[in-house]
């Protein structure tokens, strides 16, 4: 006979996204012998995304849902859980506060790839036909920091930038590149690395 513990065919195909991170980190864990660092990124970060995602069933995730995580994930302020100000609340309720630099982009794509070779792994060992991660890096937006967000390189004001071109370090320049470069930045808005190949 049939035991209460099994499951009808289609639901072990396709396993909540709790069940399929429970089984991949025991197995990374316990066989692959990951360092407690490892298995404590990669938990904290699949935590993330299941809570950001919800727990639904591990083949509903789409591209869509990869991107969807993408742009919430970036919104998130770093080292979160050992910051008071964020300490024991979800998601959803950081979200809605304002006045703090979210995670850099380093780190956005790193917790990216994580999530990456949890499908991955899924696809191998067939929990899923199709992995939704793939080239997830192509996804990243340009910068992690959104525009509500305060950005780190505030723009210079009209007085800054009269205190700058007014400076002495300016008018008398040990090398014409010190000259040149900030004179380039003001009327083209390049990136110092542009100007400086230039």
């Known amino acids: 006979g049939t035991g209460s513990s099994e499951q009808p065919a289609s639901q072990a195909a396709n396993p909540r996204l709790s069940v399929a991170i429970e089984k991949y980190l025991l197995e990374k864990i316990t066989l692959d012998h990951w360092k407690e660092r490892t298995a404590t990124q990669a938990k904290a970060t699949l935590f993330d995304f299941l809570q950001i995602v919800g727990n639904r069933p591990i083949g509903e995730i789409t591209r869509e849902t990869i991107t969807e995580f993408t742009s919430i994930y970036g919104q998130l302020p ?25 995670i850099s982009r380093t780190t956005l794509k790193n917790n990216l790839v994580r999530v990456s070779t949890f499908f991955e792994w899924a696809k191998i060992n067939n929990v899923i036909n199709q992995d939704p991660t793939e080239n997830i890096t192509k996804i990243l937006p340009k910068t992690a920091r959104q525009k509500a967000k305060i950005d780190a390189r505030d723009p210079f004001t009209a007085d800054d930038l009269r205190a700058l071109f007014h400076s002495e370090e300016f008018k008398k320049p040990k090398k014409p590149y010190q000259y040149w470069v900030p004179v380039i930045a003001l009327y083209t808005g390049a990136r110092i690395e542009e100007i400086c190949s230039l």
Do not use: D, T
């Open 78 to 102: 770093p080292n979160r859980n050992k910051r008071k100000e964020f300490r024991g609340k979800s998601i959803s309720e950081i979200l809605k506060m304002s006045g703090y630099e979210p």
